[in-house]
């Protein structure tokens, strides 16, 4: 089926042809207003989007970077022995225990650590802990800081969507408002007369 176009396409283009300028004569000045209006907002969402998802995802890059290297240079990963055996999940899952270790302090510390249902007293497992010794999660992997800047360049590129979705619903509201206003006052003027014709 090349060279023929689909329904949708056909349906786009008639769309587009609306908005599009011409000497129409039946087209009002807020129709080309709202025409006008509609490619500022499309060259808009471009630039803008562009720009939304270039600074916000360099900004949430630097932000999750930073992070990543104050984890690294502050934690530390130490070796806590089991003192209970893990349980709370099938076999193979990772379940809690207490369990002991050393503080890079040298304090020693207690509390409870994931390790694999199951696993007896006395199994070592590797813990991430903060200068005081206290548990804290795995600092942040690279493809976690490269996700955050992902995600907050599509946020922001959705964002900077929204909001001219909401001034293009806005200014097609008050070209309607002003086509009705028109349309009002031409059937005023000419409405009585073609009644008496008729």
């Known amino acids: 089926m090349t060279g023929q176009a689909t329904p949708q396409a056909g349906r786009v283009r008639r769309k587009l042809r609306e908005f599009w300028p011409d ?3 039946l087209r009002r000045r807020w129709d080309r207003a709202e025409a006008v209006i ?5 060259t808009a969402f471009v630039v803008g989007g562009t720009l939304a998802a270039l600074i916000a995802g360099r900004c949430a ?23 209970t055996t893990a349980s709370g999940q099938e076999a193979g899952f990772d379940a809690s225990a207490k369990a002991r270790w050393i503080a ?25 802990v903060d200068k005081a010794g206290r548990l804290v ?16 360049a599509v946020l922001s590129v959705m964002a900077v969507a929204m909001v001219l979705w909401g ?32």
Request: net charge positive.
């Open 23 to 25: 000497k129409n004569p």
């Open 38 to 42: 509609l490619g500022g907002l499309v």
């Open 61 to 83: 890059y630097d932000g999750a970077l930073h992070a990543r290297h104050a984890e690294l240079a502050t934690w530390r990963q130490v070796p806590a022995v089991l003192l």
């Open 104 to 128: 890079p302090d040298g304090a020693r510390r207690t509390g409870q650590v994931f390790s694999l249902a199951g696993s007896p007293p006395g199994t070592t497992v590797k813990v991430w």
């Open 137 to 152: 999660g795995p600092p942040l992997q690279p493809s976690q800081v490269q996700g955050q800047a992902v995600l907050a």
């Open 167 to 198: 001034t293009g619903l806005a200014a097609h509201w008050a070209a309607d408002r002003h086509r009705l206003a028109a349309w009002d006052d031409e059937w005023r003027a000419i409405g009585p007369k073609w009644i008496r014709h008729g």
